[in-house]
């Protein structure tokens, strides 16, 4: 897959030109690489091009420092959107990616056109919860938390249906750099926008799951009430929810963009 240095590390992406005018770029969540958006293309493919990308440290990206900050994921993505030369840009992100929409959102406003947010928050867990994370990681490896991991993004329905998924996404998972991973539980830990969604002014869509247990429908009712000219649609999901129901996840977002 083609990589492009950028300024702080290199960022293995995958730009697919589909011959249209917008391009949809997508931001994963934590501990995942950009195949996560595998099943949502075919339907978004007819309407945009499609820019994905691994965030530092994750998939085939690199890392070279042990925190990160949602600022510099956020940088990252108008860091590589300008090397690119892309314009007439939407922005969508889920997780660790809303936060990250979040702070494009309130912070570059202008470079893109539209924003979606998915299966998050404007503050996500605690400091404490966190760092507990890091440290369970840290002593007993990325593998200590599959079935956790697995409980948390995907409702039993999808587990019982999709396991092939499921292992890959895992696999995924587990093949990410623990620096990598422990970076970005630190820019979770200290990402807090619940202060700062007054600011946020562009046209947004949030997406979140009924079963959803990390960012709960609750937590997107938040941003909505309190960030500006905001949609919200619920899907019966967890955590992943447009891996759950890719189709339907995706006609949500071309019916938001097209108008």
Same mark, same amino acid.
């Given at each position: 897959?083609?990589?492009?240095?950028?300024?702080?590390?290199?960022?293995?992406?995958?730009?697919?030109?589909?011959?249209?005018?917008?391009?949809?770029?997508?931001?994963?969540?934590?501990?995942?690489?950009?195949?996560?958006?595998?099943?949502?293309? +075919?339907?978004?493919?007819? $309407?945009?091009?499609?820019?994905?990308?691994? *965030?530092? !440290?994750?998939? @085939? =990206?690199?890392?070279?420092?042990?925190?990160?900050?949602?600022?510099?994921?956020?940088?990252?993505?108008?860091?590589?959107?300008?090397?690119?030369?892309?314009?007439?840009?939407?922005?969508?992100?889920?997780?660790?990616?809303?936060?990250?929409?979040?702070?494009?959102?309130?912070?570059?406003? +202008?470079?893109?056109?539209? $924003?979606?947010?998915?299966?998050?928050?404007? *503050?996500? !867990?605690?400091? @404490? =919860?966190?760092?507990?994370?890091?440290?369970?990681?840290?002593?007993?490896?990325?593998?200590?938390?599959?079935?956790?991991?697995?409980?948390?993004?995907?409702?039993?329905?999808?587990?019982?249906?999709?396991?092939?998924?499921?292992?890959?996404?895992?696999?995924?998972?587990?093949?990410?750099?623990?620096?990598?991973?422990?970076?970005?539980?630190?820019?979770?830990?200290?990402?807090?926008?619940?202060? @700062?969604?007054?600011?946020?002014?562009?046209?947004?869509?949030?997406?979140?799951?009924?079963?959803?247990?990390?960012?709960?429908?609750?937590?997107?009712?938040?941003?909505?009430?309190?960030?500006?000219?905001?949609?919200?649609?619920?899907?019966?999901?967890?955590?992943?929810?447009?891996?759950?129901?890719?189709?339907?996840?995706?006609?949500?977002?071309?019916?938001?963009?097209?108008?």
């Amino acid at each position: 897959m083609p990589k492009i240095e950028l300024k702080n590390f290199t960022c293995n992406y995958l730009y697919e030109n589909f011959g249209h005018d917008h391009t949809l770029v997508f931001s994963n969540s934590l501990g995942t690489n950009y195949s996560m958006w595998e099943d949502n293309i +075919d339907e978004l493919s007819h $309407y945009f091009n499609i820019l994905r990308y691994d *965030k530092r !440290g994750h998939g @085939e =990206s690199t890392i070279n420092q042990d925190k990160v900050s949602i600022a510099e994921l956020g940088e990252d993505v108008v860091e590589l959107v300008d090397a690119l030369k892309l314009e007439n840009v939407f922005f969508c992100g889920l997780s660790i990616g809303g936060l990250t929409g979040q702070w494009l959102a309130i912070n570059r406003p +202008d470079r893109f056109k539209k $924003y979606i947010i998915c299966n998050t928050s404007a *503050k996500i !867990g605690t400091v @404490e =919860s966190w760092e507990a994370r890091i440290k369970q990681v840290t002593e007993h490896g990325l593998g200590s938390i599959l079935q956790g991991t697995a409980d948390r993004w995907f409702t039993p329905h999808y587990r019982a249906n999709n396991p092939e998924k499921v292992e890959k996404i895992l696999a995924d998972f587990q093949a990410n750099t623990l620096q990598g991973y422990t970076a970005c539980c630190h820019a979770v830990a200290h990402a807090d926008f619940r202060e @700062e969604l007054h600011k946020l002014v562009k046209p947004l869509l949030i997406i979140a799951g009924s079963k959803d247990e990390v960012t709960t429908v609750e937590d997107a009712k938040f941003i909505q009430k309190h960030a500006g000219v905001t949609n919200l649609i619920s899907l019966d999901a967890a955590h992943l929810s447009n891996m759950e129901h890719p189709r339907e996840f995706s006609k949500h977002i071309i019916h938001y963009l097209q108008h």
